[in-house]
């Protein structure tokens, strides 16, 4: 459950919504599509910020802020499809800043800020070829000092996840946003495939801005 939560609800429109203290996930929706959550903050939860799943298709996640949740600021879950995400804030969550995953794909995050997670900013979860997190965009992301609490990146690419487009990104750490602790800005792990980098501004990550096993279509 969660402290607002949606079963098979479509075209309906969280807008302006607070909650917090919840023993659980914030805001979560399944098996809904066209949703459109905006302006909404999602706090001290006991589990998820955000949590989109279950086959909600098309959703629209704009403006919210997820802070100081024991798990994600933002969790796509299960075959979360056609969505977009953008402008929204993830910080000091108690794991990853965006995970994404179980066939979430053909998405766009765009101007979000993700900074100061536990662990990896953005992560795409270790899942074979026919349920990864396909064909995703990151543009325009600011992702900084993430890893506070094991060793993190920016950007990491796990499992058999094909066709990630990764531009106009800014992923290092900075000073004036706490402790920094970022080791890599982009890992791209061995099983992924075109993964695809431009435009993308790396800086001050501990260990180096880009570790890969596969080389990316294009890097700058």
Known sequence: GGGIFFYRVNHSQLIDCLVHDYNGDGISFQQSSDITVENCVSHHNGGLGFHPGSGSQRPT??????????????????????????????RNNGRYGISIGHKDSD???????????????????????????????????QIYNNGTSA??????????????????????????????????????????????LEENHLYGNLEGDLQTHNPPQSKD
């Open 107 to 141: 998405n766009i995050l765009r101007n979000n800020i993700v900074v100061g997670n536990a662990i990896h900013g953005i992560y795409f979860r270790d899942e074979p070829e026919y349920t990864g997190g396909h064909r995703n965009r990151l543009e325009g992301n």
């Open 151 to 196: 060793e993190g990146s920016g950007i990491y690419i796990d499992g058999e996840t094909n066709d990630i487009a990764i531009v106009g990104n800014q992923i290092g750490n900075r000073a004036e946003m706490g402790e920094q602790t970022q080791r890599y800005g982009i890992v791209i792990g061995a099983k992924a495939k075109r993964v695809k």
């Open 61 to 90: 996640m704009r403006n919210n802020l997820a802070y100081k949740n024991d798990d994600d600021g933002l969790f796509l879950c299960w075959r979360v499809r056609h969505g977009i995400f953008e402008g929204n804030e993830l």
